[in-house]
């Protein structure tokens, strides 16, 4: 089973709808939930730390359920330029020789919003 | 503020061949990473490093060496080329690796090797 885990998409989605991703991680010991935004052939850049309590940023908004070890992301109101991949990226302690802690990405939902 | 700057940003390589991917950042941050990205795969991280004078390796280290000589700069080196290593080359860098999620990330570095 894969650390972190996503459905790849592409997700096609009309402008103005609401889209969710999900992802799913296998070691519950993770620590930090986060969701990267990557363009295409661009660098990935932080979009948002996902918290307990479930958290907000204007259209997005980001839910940990640690019970069933899974992350999500909802966008509303979606417009063109949130056309993009976004990574889920999990935390985790390791021990092993590797270091204290780790980033695990996933490999990515594409999804483009349709005009 | 430049943030993290790579180059080069393309290069094609042949088997065997070997070449410096050169990693620079302007925020004084402690912690650099090179990952690399594959389709189908999410980022790997190849090698790390704590501080200047510091590295340490990641999931997929063979086939490369680094170096951590400046704190602003990290090196990547291929010593000698193959065809599983095309890629896309990504350098980041953080302030610190509790926080390792604010990671900042350069544009990349598209490398194919024939």
């Known amino acids: 089973r894969k650390e972190v885990e996503q459905d790849p998409g592409p997700f096609n989605v009309p402008e103005g709808a609401t889209v969710a991703f999900n992802c799913t991680y296998s070691?519950?010991?993770?620590?930090?939930f986060f969701w990267y935004r990557q363009d295409c052939r661009k660098e990935p850049k932080l979009l948002m730390s996902v918290y307990s309590s479930g958290n907000e940023d204007g259209r997005f908004t980001a839910q940990l359920n640690r019970a069933s070890q899974y992350i999500s992301l909802l966008i509303r109101d979606s417009k063109l330029s949130d056309s993009a991949t976004y990574l889920c990226v999990v935390n985790h302690l390791l021990i092993s020789n590797f270091g204290n802690e780790k980033l695990t990405f996933g490999t990515g939902t594409r999804l483009t919003i349709i005009p | 503020n430049a943030g993290v700057t790579q180059t080069p940003k393309f290069r094609v390589l042949k088997t065997g061949q070997s070449m410096t991917l050169l990693c620079a950042q302007d925020?004084?941050?402690?912690?650099m990473y090179w990952y690399r990205q594959d389709p189908g795969m999410g980022l790997r991280l190849i090698h790390y490093s704590v501080g200047e004078g510091t590295t340490a390796k990641g999931e997929v280290p063979d086939g490369y060496n680094v170096s951590r000589l400046k704190k602003q700069n990290f090196l990547l080196g291929l010593e000698s080329a193959a065809p599983s290593q095309t890629s896309v080359y990504f350098c980041?860098?953080?302030?610190?690796?509790?926080?390792?999620?604010?990671?900042?990330f350069g544009p990349g570095t598209r490398l194919t090797v024939t």
């Open positions: 070691n519950s010991a993770s620590q930090s």
């Open positions: 925020m004084n941050h402690e912690y």
């Open positions: 980041a860098s953080s302030y610190e690796e509790l926080n390792a999620y604010e990671q900042y």
